[in-house]
Nanobody
Framework: QVQVVESGGGLVQAGGSLRLSCAVSGRTFSSSTMAWFRQHPGKGRDFVAAISWSGANTDYADSVKGRFTISRDNAKNTMYLQMNSLKPEDTAVYYC?????????????????WGQGTQVTVSS
């Protein structure tokens, strides 16, 4: 059974940085496309970034391009989201998601395994 656990959220001032981590149990991590989504209060989950199994391909939401960087370490079964130049509108619960397929996708319904989320709060 695959388990997904996010960490690294917290409170930061606008303009600051945070790095989120996503640890995945099981032998399928290195074969999985991984992604980050976020959920603002009272709204659905939005795509943030995705990374292919090898790390060679990535995709980002327009709202975070140039500020966020997704990466992964298959030897550690861990994915990361480096968030720089944070804005108050980045405040949300951030979720890590996995799918055992090679194609990158931004669609929430394509991801099978989800973590519980980690809160990121950016103060103005």
């Amino acid at each position: 059974q695959v388990q997904v656990v996010e960490s690294g959220g917290g409170l930061v001032q606008a303009g600051g940085s945070l790095r989120l981590s996503c640890a995945v149990s099981g032998r399928t991590f290195s074969s999985s496309t991984m992604a980050w989504f976020r959920q603002h209060p009272g709204k659905g989950r939005d795509f943030v970034a995705a990374i292919s199994w090898s790390g060679a391909n990535t995709d980002y939401a327009d709202s975070v391009k140039g500020r966020f960087t997704i990466s992964r370490d298959n030897a550690k079964n861990t994915m990361y989201l480096q968030m720089n130049s944070l804005k108050p509108e980045d405040t949300a619960v951030y979720y890590c998601a996995a799918r055992l397929r090679s194609a990158l996708t931004t669609r929430e319904q394509d991801y099978v395994n989800w973590g519980q989320g980690t809160q990121v709060t950016v103060s103005s």
